[in-house]
């Protein structure tokens, strides 16, 4: 008797159905997932690995929870590695455990960061110039914010800078256009069903 | 009876061995190419092989790029093996351009001494060896296969 009634009002069927989201039909919503679910791979990666590439002058690497961006500049310091046979301009990719010794005070939530050499906080640099000279225990009780001003310290120069990304804005960023995404299909949808 | 190398296996494939040694020969004068795992690594350039140990770092990686002009090229550099020795001054002031640095030896002898600690060790193996070691059994297995081919046609 139930079936025989459900098979009597097809009409108003075909109309819950095009209200229905159906997300799992959506492509949105799964590389939505797809990329996400890398990212938040590629986030707990950083933390135990660092992965590199460069090509002089710029550099990238996925370590301690983001990602870092860098140019090293008119005069690079140079390949100072026994890799490279002579200097040269070079492809590098290299997968390391990311580095104990100079290992960051361990931040859930790092903020993003980009600096120039001659744009260095100049009494936050100094404070932590002297922290680095007086230190007595490692791994050194860094920020990767501090890490980032230690470096451009020694090694920055002319035209070099480093952008550092964490995983948790990329993520973020990501998360927050995909639901915008979404929400924008159930709406159409929703237009589309009140035809 | 003919000898109808174009029929053999062993003919073309030597070739193409060959070819390809002969290739990367030339590449490793103007390139250098590398890759490596934990301790372990290879590194292509200066007209050989460098196979190399090395406990201070732990990596995987994948390089490549164009050698510097001015590094001088020796023709057919010599085969060696070298260890990391903690005796060994470290010889900081080194030319990089300098006219001894035509030794691949050379060069090798000082990145061991400044980038590596105990128990590192290098290999090297020239392109031209290479070649000599596919190149000798290569012709040697032609040579029995002209033998073989004459004592069976013959009655």
Known sequence: MVRHDLLAVPPQKTHDHAMKQRLHRSITFWSGLLVMGFLVWAWWDSERLSSNAKRDPYWGRSTWGG?????????????????????????????????????????????????????????????????????????????????????????????????????????????????????WRASRRRKAAAL | MKLALHRSIIFWSGLFVMGFVCWAWWDSTRMRSGLGMGHYGASHALGGIVFFNDPSTYKTWFDRGKLRKTFALETLPAPHVLKFDPDRERNDDWDMDGPENARVRYWNEYRIQCFMIKGAWFLFIPHWLILLAVALPWSAMIFWRSRRRKRTITP
């Open chain 1, 67 to 183: 990602v870092f961006i860098g140019n090293s500049g008119e005069n690079p310091l140079g390949d100072l590695s026994f890799l490279s046979p002579p200097p040269s301009r070079s492809w590098n990719f290299s997968r390391a455990p990311a580095t104990e010794v100079l290992r960051h005070t361990p931040e859930a939530f790092p903020p993003p960061i980009f600096f120039r050499p001659e744009g260095l906080p100049a009494a936050e640099s100094e404070e932590v110039l002297n922290r680095w000279i007086d230190h007595d225990v490692e791994p050194l009780p860094f920020t990767v914010r501090e890490q980032v001003i230690l470096t451009l310290r020694y090694v920055g120069n002319d035209g070099s800078w480093i952008l550092f990304v964490p995983h948790w804005l990329i993520l973020l960023t990501v998360a927050a256009v995909w639901i915008a995404l979404l929400l």
